[in-house]
């Protein structure tokens, strides 16, 4: 096994091309004026959960060698609305990126060091050459070791050159609140607004203007206590619990505590903060199912600890696969990033944007369950166990006690219908990981781009944040009908229906971008708006019909061993857009390589491959083993691999799991 994820081979690294740079204070980078540094390229784009993930677990190493590594985000957008320098603009300002971006709207640098996925790494020596290539998240110990061999090596040979690097500050832009998430209305009248950006909570008087009283310091950190010493990081979602529930538990509201990875619970009479369910460590994957069926479904192991009532939240929790679902702040989470509450299930449900599922928490006892969702990233409906989710952020509850989930990534409006025996998911518009536009009409032709909020309106449709369309839209239950309430918002996180003093219910749209709050009629019509409906284009890959011969690289990092003492600690799940593209090849088994078979009916398609493999830490025993107590980790990638069918195409596919070009 090799010691780090280095490549020998002297690739060297391809010109940085792209419309214009950020933070550089105006100037253009090249690969000549960085020459000497250490080049760590971050292909991101800034709809994605893990590329978010991956931006905070390259700080540390920002800051530990800030006199010699050089981090360039390739800002390469999936979404439409992501191509718009105006909105890359606002996102590094609101996710506090520090280092030079690089705006790839037409994918030219993506394509020269052919990334596949969100988010993809590259290292560049201090001498301009390629010498690692990682996809997904969790790379932040193996890039530490790399980084402190290629300065030794660097250094002896005199090709290191320390000092501060290219980048330089904007100018911020936002007021009273910054990039402000979702809102609530407080029995005062007020409302509780989650200002995300300022990492605290703001209660505003009805005219969105006058600050009755903050509740967080407003620096960025993780402490509970008193409402002005409190701290948070880029919270999102805000409940209010039941009153009587709120007097036995100590707190009236739950905030999604987003990249603190924790639930809070805040008392709003006192303004006291407290932390109630999380431990602050990521939730990754390797917590949830073992092994994944051919039919989506997720493989658990037996329950660790007893349910307190069995009830349809339950069905999946206190799993034990390498982490374990527990009780309160013993338990990790993943992003929260909305928050509902459900008077039947007697829980708080939580969009667990980082892991694609949807959480459950029980304030009286603490308890932190798997509502939904196998944690594969897509679109697939059926029992909640197999469905799979993607970047779920927005919550509503309606009339009959069904959830309602803004689910980002698929561009969807997904429905959690809650039974006495079990939870279903259904999708009222959406189609895939890939598929998005301005489309209304009816549902199944639909379509939504990047939606974050949902609420539900007085005849009981859903209204929708449509936030990359800057839109609000409407879903009719009855007929299946989709049209636009609103339109020409800056990007809208959350919508809330009030009622006017006239009695006339009205729209509270949060306006991110604009750092506001703002209120919107509901129109007595509708608009029906057509934009058509778009795709995600990437590079398309040539490949042959017939046999493709399927290998995803995969290095263990130093001190980590793969974990084979339940059989083959890898795994690949395989499947095709159209579904006849694949005539055999698919489904899931153990291995790194897999014989595809392509049609030579079908002119072109999508590949989706989910790769595994888990690993573990420490040293081995004498006799070659793991140790019984070893921290392990579950790395997980999933690719949507376009291709075109040519009679001269590939005959084999290399992907990147932890691996070298």
């Not at 005199?158 to 904007?170: D, E, Q, S």
């Not at 703001?202 to 509740?215: A, G, N």
């Not at 009855?478 to 006339?504: I, K, Y």
């Not at 795994?571 to 055999?584: A, D, G, N, R, Y």
Request: glycine share 12%.
């Amino acid at each position: 096994m090799s010691e780090t994820v280095r490549t020998q081979l002297r690739v060297r690294a391809s010109e940085l091309e792209g419309r214009g740079w950020l933070n550089t204070g105006g100037k253009s980078l090249d690969l000549e004026s960085l020459r000497g540094k250490i080049v760590l390229l971050d292909f991101w784009t800034f709809c994605c959960i893990n590329c978010l993930h991956v931006l905070d677990e390259l700080r540390p190493l920002e800051v530990k060698y800030s006199d010699v590594l050089v981090t360039v985000g390739v800002h390469s957008p999936k979404f439409e609305h992501e191509a718009d320098p105006v909105a890359l603009a606002s996102a590094v300002e609101r996710y506090e990126i520090h280092h030079p971006v690089l705006d790839d709207p037409e994918l030219a640098t993506w394509k020269a060091y052919t990334a596949r996925a969100w988010p993809t790494l590259v290292v560049i020596d201090p001498e301009g050459y390629i010498v690692a290539h990682l996809s997904g998240e969790g790379h932040a110990g193996g890039l530490g070791v790399l980084l402190e061999e290629l300065v030794a090596e660097h250094e002896a040979k005199g090709t290191l050159h320390r000092g501060n690097g290219p980048y330089v500050a904007p100018e911020p832009t936002s007021g009273t609140l910054r990039f402000p998430g979702k809102a609530t209305q407080l029995g005062n009248g007020n409302y509780l607004v989650v200002d995300s950006g300022h990492h605290r909570l703001v209660e505003l008087r009805p005219d969105f203007e006058t600050v009755d009283r903050l509740i967080g310091s407003g620096t960025k950190g993780h402490a509970d206590g008193a409402g002005d010493v409190a701290q948070f990081n880029e919270p999102q979602g805000v409940a209010v619990l039941p009153a009587e529930l709120a007097t036995a538990v100590g707190y009236d509201v739950v905030v999604a505590d987003t990249v603190n990875h924790r639930l809070r619970g805040v008392d709003l009479g006192t303004g006291e903060v407290r932390t109630v369910a999380g431990n602050g460590i990521q939730r990754l994957l390797d917590a949830g199912p073992a092994r994944v069926t051919e039919s989506g479904a997720g493989e658990w192991s037996e329950p660790r600890v007893e349910h307190h009532d069995g009830g349809p939240a339950d069905f999946a929790a206190d799993a034990v696969d390498v982490g374990v679902l527990g009780l309160g702040t013993g338990v990790s989470l993943s992003s929260p990033w909305d928050v509902a509450w459900s008077e039947k299930l007697q829980r708080v449900v939580i969009a667990m944007a980082g892991t694609h599922q949807i959480f459950a928490f029980e304030p009286k006892s603490g308890e932190v369950s798997i509502l939904a969702g196998s944690g594969l990233e897509g679109l697939l409906d059926g029992p909640a166990e197999e469905a799979w989710f993607a970047q779920p952020s927005g919550l509503v509850i309606d009339q009959d006690q069904n959830i309602w989930v803004a689910d980002s990534e698929t561009s969807a409006l997904r429905r959690l219908v809650v039974g006495d025996s079990g939870v279903t998911v259904e999708t009222a518009i959406g189609k895939g990981l890939f598929d998005f536009g301005f489309r209304d009409g009816e549902a199944a032709e639909a379509r939504l781009q990047h939606p974050l909020g949902v609420t539900v309106l007085p005849d009981g449709s859903i209204a929708i944040a449509d936030t990359y369309n800057g839109a609000v839209r409407r879903y009719d239950p009855t007929s299946t009908n989709v049209s636009t309430l609103a339109r020409g918002l800056a990007e809208p996180s959350d919508v809330v229906v009030v009622t006017h003093e006239d009695g006339e219910p009205l729209l509270v749209v949060v306006e991110s971008n604009k750092h506001q709050l703002v209120l919107v009629p509901i129109p007595k019509e509708a608009q029906q708006v057509d934009e058509g409906a778009s795709q995600t284009h990437r590079p398309k890959s040539p490949v042959a019909p017939g046999h493709l011969e399927l290998t995803v690289r995969f290095t263990a990092p130093t001190g980590q061993k793969l974990d084979d003492r339940w059989g083959d600690p890898t795994q690949l799940k395989i499947s095709s857009t159209p579904p006849e593209l694949l005539v055999s090849g698919g489904g899931t088994s153990v291995g790194l390589l897999r014989t595809l078979e392509l049609s030579s009916d079908v002119l072109e398609g999508v590949l989706h491959i989910t790769a595994r493999a888990a690993a573990c830490d420490g040293p081995e025993t004498e006799d070659g083993e793991i140790p019984d107590h070893a921290a392990c980790h579950l790395y997980q990638q999933d690719w949507g691999i376009p291709v075109v069918l040519e009679a001269d195409g590939d005959s084999e596919l290399v992907l990147d799991l932890r691996g070298m070009d």
